[in-house]
Nanobody, 125 residues
Framework: QVQLQESGGGSVEAGGSLRLSCAAS????????MGWFRQPPGKEREEVAN???????RYADSVKGRFTISQDNAKNVLYLQMKSLKPEDTAMYYC???????????????????WGQGTQVTVSS
């Protein structure tokens, strides 16, 4: 049974930084795509970054140069380092995984197999 648990969210001022973590358990396949999504209040969930099992990363234009997705395969943890945060980055952030040998971007919510519960990020101006 795959379980994903996000942590690291919080409230910061604009220009600040946060690092989100997604602890994964039950990952039984070597080929996967893992993504970070966010959902602002009243808006659709959108993918902001993903990484495949070869370490290839992709980003939304809105976060390029500010967010970095990475993974610690030994610990089964996915990270999202967020810098120069803006009020428009305020959202619930979710991690997700799909058993696949590739990622595409932006991935749809229906493409991913498993989801975490989310962690809230609030950026004040």
């Amino acid at each position: 049974q795959v379980q994903l648990q996000e942590s690291g969210g919080g409230s910061v001022e604009a220009g600040g930084s946060l690092r989100l973590s997604c602890a994964a358990s039950g990952l039984s396949y070597r080929r996967y795509c893992m993504g970070w999504f966010r959902q602002p209040p009243g808006k659709e969930r959108e993918e902001v970054a993903n990484i495949d099992s070869d370490g290839l990363t992709r980003y939304a234009d809105s976060v390029k140069g500010r967010f970095t997705i990475s993974q610690d395969n030994a610990k089964n943890v996915l990270y999202l380092q967020m810098k120069s945060l803006k009020p428009e980055d305020t959202a619930m952030y979710y991690c997700a995984v799909r058993w696949a040998g590739y990622c595409y971007f932006p991935g749809s919510t229906s493409w991913y197999n498993y989801w975490g519960q989310g962690t809230q990020v609030t950026v004040s101006s």
